[in-house]
């Protein structure tokens, strides 16, 4: 699961960096790039912690193991 999860991540990566691309190269809003680009960050910052708790389970199942 822990794979899986990682996996996860490194795909919402890349997912991101496409978006940012768009969003740069795009015809947009000075207030839109703004705020996309926030949003893009904060949901960044989720699934890192998501990553972040996954990997803690992890050590603490195999440490209890």
């Known amino acids: 699961m ?26 947009y809003k000075t207030k839109q790039v703004i705020f996309l680009r926030d949003l893009f960050e904060l949901i960044e910052k989720v699934i890192d912690r998501c990553r972040d708790a996954g990997n803690i389970i992890l050590q603490v199942v195999l440490k209890h193991s």
Do not use: S
């Open 2 to 27: 822990n794979a899986k999860l990682q996996a996860i991540e490194g795909e919402a990566d890349q997912l991101e960096l496409d978006l940012l691309r768009d969003l740069y190269q795009g015809d």
